[in-house]
């Protein structure tokens, strides 16, 4: 690490005096240039004033218009000078482009749907990828956090040397002090983010998942084990919170935009990915084996975001606007113009002013529409029961004949990995939208039907384990495919620049806090509804939150993130609408049609 920290900063260094030179480049040939065009310009100043003696008598009558349309030539000519000037600033090249072609809608990247540049060119799909993947190893801690204490079960009570003696209590609040953590995780996140970059700010998660996990690897070897393990286990909740932020922040700004939705849900899909992965490896080695290799993990992760670079925007919005041009030139691969997409991006800071956004910013205009639309969509996701049906879960599989619950944990997570890569194709070809109304659809028909199936069986009928299994694959699979990454891609996408941190850090620590809330509430809620009002009550939020998707969402997919900005503020794109137009209105009709056979198929079976 020392290592590769040196070479970073050696890194910096030749970056620095390269933007050195390129300063002094853009200026010498600006110099060149006046100097190159100033005896053209002196004979052409002749040849004007000529034809103006000669003209003067015959435009006497009409000496106000003439007035008129010379400064109106004169204010653009200003104008395009301004404009000449601020591409040379921001080393644009505006000699390649032809006037008198038609590149089509400008969609942000280059001049065209189709993301190609103005000489045809298209972005690169590998430079992103990869560096989302190694992004997503973030994520993957996430999940890494979250699963560890699932394989765990009583061993923490047991006697050293397999456990370290705590209560059951104390073991319990181990388990849950992590969302407290990843609460304040995400206030702090919200705050670095825009101070240090996207990249550092992941960069200090990774080492705070380091600490924690060594601090549980060696909580045994000292008396006060309980102390050190709960510190541990605070420093892995604020590392998720931190990335549960930043990841998908980062991978947003750095997508192009038609493949933005789908780079975005390798968020989800790496969360998914750290569960499984951690719930095998802790059914074949013990509590501190985990511990060290969640910890290796973590280094991995603080290796690698070194050869990831910053997120374009945040440079601009911090004036390196040559080291902004450089990294988009990474991103978007070699030989491709950026010069639009760096337009774009200077345009769209330069309508939020110079400002860096203060708290009272997000409650007015365009920023307090998209913080509702990005807390709502949180709290929806939290509320769809997703808790209550990991804590049936095991009741579930143990009716279907199996009792093993590291089984059907394994089998759950399997499932989510999955539907969640096929959430990954699907979200840029269908839509933000389609996805989550197909998801609402499903979980709401599977949710009425655990819920019958818990309601026959505390009264005394029979029912098979078999349909309720079913049902709760049919609720995963509709969970894991959109209303699990679609509120991370979500938000994401719909703050403005000068306020995406703050913003990002308010949804998401109510995501965390809301989690929190649904555990706790989750006793109080089965002694007082029953186990099938739970599931019913978790189906009317779901049912709920298709109309919300269905009447005031709209369509993120192919928007650049200053068009959508755009939206918010009242100037939306002429085809971004709320009424479900082109976001795969086709295929939430067949989930509508599925759920209703399902529905009634599942009702009759239970009826013979």
Same mark, same amino acid.
């Given at each position: 690490?020392?290592?590769?920290?040196?070479?970073?900063?050696?890194?910096?260094?030749?970056?620095?005096?390269?933007?050195?030179?390129?300063?002094v480049?853009?200026?010498?040939?600006t110099?060149?240039?006046?100097?190159?065009?100033?005896?053209?310009?002196?004979?052409?100043?002749?040849?004007k004033?000529?034809?103006?003696?000669?003209?003067?008598?015959?435009?006497?009558?009409?000496?106000?218009?003439?007035?008129?349309?010379?400064?109106?030539?004169?204010?653009?000519?200003?104008?395009?000078?301004?404009s000449?000037?601020?591409s &040379?600033?921001?080393?644009?090249?505006?000699?390649?482009?032809?006037?008198?072609?038609?590149?089509?809608? *400008?969609?942000?990247?280059?001049?065209?749907?189709?993301?190609?540049?103005? +000489?045809?060119?298209?972005?690169?799909?590998?430079?992103?990828? &990869?560096?989302?993947?190694?992004?997503?190893?973030?994520?993957?801690?996430?999940?890494?956090?979250?699963?560890?204490?699932?394989?765990?079960?009583?061993?923490?009570?047991?006697?050293?040397?397999s456990?370290?003696?705590?209560?059951?209590?104390?073991?319990d609040?181990?388990?849950?002090?992590?969302?407290?953590?990843?609460?304040?995780?995400a206030?702090?996140?919200?705050?670095?983010?825009?101070?240090?970059?996207?990249?550092k700010?992941? /960069?200090?998660?990774?080492?705070?998942?380091?600490?924690?996990?060594?601090?549980?690897?060696?909580?045994?070897?000292i008396?006060?084990? /309980?102390?050190?393990?709960?510190?541990?286990?605070?420093?892995?909740?604020?590392?998720?919170?931190?990335?549960?932020?930043?990841?998908?922040?980062?991978?947003?700004?750095?997508?192009?935009?038609?493949?933005?939705?789908?780079?975005?849900?390798?968020?989800?899909?790496?969360i998914?990915?750290?569960?499984?992965?951690? +719930?095998?490896?802790?059914?074949?080695?013990?509590?501190?084996?985990?511990?060290?290799?969640?910890?290796?993990f973590?280094?991995?992760?603080?290796?690698?975001?070194?050869?990831?670079?910053?997120?374009?925007?945040?440079?601009?919005?911090?004036?390196?606007?040559?080291?902004?041009?450089?990294?988009?030139?990474?991103?978007r691969?070699?030989? +491709?113009?950026?010069?639009?997409?760096?337009?774009?991006?200077?345009?769209?800071?330069a309508?939020?002013? *110079?400002?860096?956004?203060?708290?009272?910013?997000?409650?007015?205009?365009?920023?307090?529409?998209?913080?509702?639309?990005?807390?709502?969509?949180?709290?929806?996701?939290? /509320?769809?029961?997703?808790?209550a049906?990991?804590?049936?879960?095991?009741?579930?599989?143990?009716?279907?004949?199996?009792?093993?619950?590291?089984?059907?944990?394994? &089998?759950?997570?399997?499932?989510?990995?999955?539907?969640s890569?096929?959430?990954?194709l699907?979200? *840029?070809?269908?839509?933000?939208?389609?996805?989550?109304?197909?998801?609402?659809?499903?979980?709401?028909?599977?949710?009425? &039907?655990?819920? +019958?199936?818990?309601?026959?069986?505390?009264?005394?009928?029979?029912?098979?384990?078999?349909?309720?299994?079913?049902?709760?694959?049919?609720?995963?699979?509709?969970?894991?495919?959109?209303?699990?990454?679609?509120?991370?891609?979500v938000?994401?996408?719909?703050?403005?620049?000068?306020?995406?941190?703050?913003?990002?850090?308010?949804?998401?620590?109510?995501?965390?806090?809301?989690a929190?809330?649904?555990?706790?509430? /989750?006793?109080?809620?089965?002694?007082?509804?029953?186990?099938?009002?739970v599931?019913?009550?978790y189906?009317?939020?779901?049912?709920?939150?298709v109309?919300?998707?269905?009447?005031?969402?709209?369509?993120?997919?192919?928007?650049?993130?200053?068009?959508?900005?755009?939206?918010?503020?009242?100037?939306?794109?002429?085809?971004?609408?709320?009424?479900?137009?082109?976001?795969?209105?086709?295929?939430?009709?067949?989930?509508?049609?599925i759920?209703?056979?399902?529905?009634?198929?599942?009702l009759?079976?239970?009826?013979?």
């Amino acid at each position: 690490l020392m290592l590769m920290l040196m070479l970073k900063r050696l890194q910096l260094s030749f970056c620095e005096m390269s933007e050195k030179e390129d300063n002094v480049f853009v200026v010498f040939d600006t110099a060149r240039t006046t100097t190159a065009t100033a005896p053209a310009a002196e004979k052409n100043k002749e040849k004007k004033s000529k034809k103006k003696k000669e003209e003067k008598k015959k435009r006497k009558k009409s000496r106000r218009s003439t007035t008129g349309s010379t400064s109106s030539h004169s204010r653009k000519g200003q104008h395009s000078h301004a404009s000449e000037s601020t591409s &040379l600033l921001i080393g644009v090249n505006t000699r390649g482009l032809n006037a008198d072609r038609d590149y089509g809608d *400008d969609d942000g990247i280059g001049n065209g749907r189709d993301g190609k540049d103005v +000489y045809g060119r298209k972005p690169s799909t590998l430079s992103p990828f &990869l560096f989302s993947i190694v992004a997503g190893i973030g994520a993957l801690m996430f999940g890494f956090g979250v699963g560890y204490t699932g394989p765990l079960k009583n061993v923490l009570q047991e006697k050293a040397p397999s456990g370290i003696g705590i209560s059951s209590s104390q073991q319990d609040i181990f388990g849950s002090v992590a969302n407290i953590g990843a609460m304040g995780g995400a206030l702090v996140a919200g705050v670095l983010v825009d101070l240090l970059g996207r990249t550092k700010t992941i /960069f200090s998660a990774g080492v705070l998942f380091v600490a924690g996990f060594l601090c549980i690897a060696f909580c045994s070897d000292i008396d006060s084990a /309980f102390a050190l393990l709960m510190t541990g286990r605070v420093f892995c909740g604020v590392a998720v919170g931190m990335v549960s932020l930043c990841v998908p922040v980062y991978i947003a700004e750095i997508a192009p935009a038609s493949l933005r939705g789908g780079l975005g849900s390798i968020n989800q899909l790496s969360i998914t990915i750290g569960v499984l992965v951690v +719930y095998v490896i802790g059914t074949e080695v013990d509590w501190k084996q985990l511990a060290w290799i969640s910890s290796i993990f973590a280094g991995i992760l603080c290796a690698a975001i070194f050869f990831v670079p910053q997120s374009p925007r945040w440079l601009c919005k911090k004036g390196y606007t040559v080291k902004a041009q450089r990294s988009l030139e990474r991103l978007r691969g070699k030989g +491709y113009n950026v010069n639009m997409e760096m337009k774009n991006i200077l345009d769209g800071l330069a309508l939020e002013g *110079d400002s860096n956004g203060s708290v009272f910013d997000l409650f007015r205009g365009g920023a307090k529409k998209a913080l509702i639309l990005g807390v709502l969509l949180m709290l929806f996701q939290q /509320f769809s029961g997703i808790n209550a049906f990991v804590f049936f879960s095991a009741s579930i599989f143990a009716d279907a004949g199996v009792s093993d619950a590291n089984l059907a944990a394994i &089998l759950f997570s399997l499932v989510q990995v999955v539907v969640s890569g096929i959430s990954c194709l699907l979200v *840029d070809r269908t839509g933000r939208r389609a996805l989550l109304l197909i998801a609402g659809i499903g979980m709401c028909s599977s949710l009425l &039907l655990l819920g +019958y199936y818990f309601w026959l069986k505390d009264n005394g009928y029979t029912m098979s384990g078999i349909v309720a299994l079913v049902c709760s694959f049919v609720y995963i699979s509709s969970f894991s495919i959109g209303l699990g990454p679609i509120p991370w891609v979500v938000m994401s996408e719909i703050f403005p620049s000068s306020l995406r941190g703050r913003a990002s850090s308010i949804a998401t620590c109510v995501n965390w806090t809301s989690a929190f809330v649904v555990t706790q509430m /989750f006793s109080s809620m089965k002694s007082s509804f029953g186990e099938s009002g739970v599931f019913w009550f978790y189906s009317v939020i779901c049912f709920i939150m298709v109309f919300y998707v269905l009447f005031f969402v709209p369509e993120t997919k192919g928007r650049t993130l200053e068009q959508i900005e755009g939206f918010f503020a009242g100037k939306p794109s002429p085809d971004q609408r709320v009424d479900g137009a082109g976001t795969g209105g086709a295929l939430v009709k067949l989930a509508a049609l599925i759920a209703l056979l399902f529905l009634g198929v599942t009702l009759f079976v239970a009826s013979i």
